[in-house]
């Protein structure tokens, strides 16, 4: 398994314009988290799944931003009329997230996709 | 709502010891991770506690006392790799959000 990989890794846009972002969780986990974040800052918590099952999306985010998983495996996250602000590095991790696990369920990080906004 | 405090900055000398505190206050809890995450990174785990006392795992150990909402992490025989950030998160009772606060820089000093 070559762990979660975020595609793609770098995109500048201008502002306006739609933005799609890519994450393969690893292939048996069943918990999925997307975050945002910028310079100096903790990730900051966007939406997260269990399987196909979208459990919940942060107030903070605008209607903007749409988030899929549509089979339960890979997920992309969309960013619709982009705008200066939304430039960041954005974060997908995964964990096992088995139903009655009582484990730790660590995260683990894909690299990002960084997304700069002109 | 959920708050996580720690301190934004923190400078150490190689070989010594450091402890990082976290302080949290949430609607519901289940656990604490510590991840580290160096410049330019990925964050990755170092550590998860959800029952309060001591996690030793060779030169890193993290505390937690619930009924304080408070958690540290510990660094023994710093050495200049571990110049990164340490993110204290909190996963939350109810599903399996987690909640990261804002990290803490470590600058290591020869």
């Known amino acids: 398994d070559t762990g979660v990989s975020q595609d793609p890794r770098h995109k500048i846009t201008k502002r306006g314009q739609n933005v799609t972002f890519r994450c393969d969780p690893i292939?048996?986990?069943?918990?999925l988290y997307w975050y945002r974040q910028t310079l100096g800052q903790g990730p900051e918590f966007l939406t997260y799944?269990?399987?196909?099952?979208?459990?919940?999306k942060s107030r903070l985010l605008s209607d903007r931003f749409s988030a899929e998983r549509p089979k339960g495996s890979f997920s992309t996250l969309e960013i619709q009329r982009t705008e200066q602000g939304d430039s960041a590095m954005y974060l997908c991790?995964?964990?096992?997230?088995?139903?009655?696990?009582?484990?730790?369920?660590?995260?683990?990080f894909g690299a990002g996709s960084r997304l700069t906004v002109l | 709502g959920q708050n996580i405090d720690q301190p934004t900055e923190m400078t150490a000398t190689e070989g010594a010891i450091v402890q990082i505190n976290c302080t949290y206050q949430?609607?519901?809890?289940?656990?604490l991770f510590w991840y580290q995450q160096h410049a330019g990174e990925a964050p990755t785990f170092l550590s998860y506690?959800?029952?309060?006392g001591l996690e030793e795992k060779g030169r890193f150990s993290s505390f937690l006392s619930r009924s304080k909402g408070y958690s540290y992490l510990l660094l023994k025989e710093l050495q200049m790799k571990d110049s990164a950030s340490y993110l204290c998160a909190v996963r939350d009772l109810q599903g399996d959000k987690i909640i990261f606060g804002k990290g803490t820089r470590l600058h290591i000093l020869p």
């Open positions: 991790a995964s964990s096992p997230g088995r139903a009655g696990d009582s484990g730790a369920n660590v995260l683990t």
């Open positions: 292939s048996e986990h069943n918990r």
């Open positions: 506690n959800v029952l309060d």
């Open positions: 799944f269990q399987n196909e099952a979208q459990l919940e």
């Open positions: 949430t609607s519901g809890f289940n656990g």
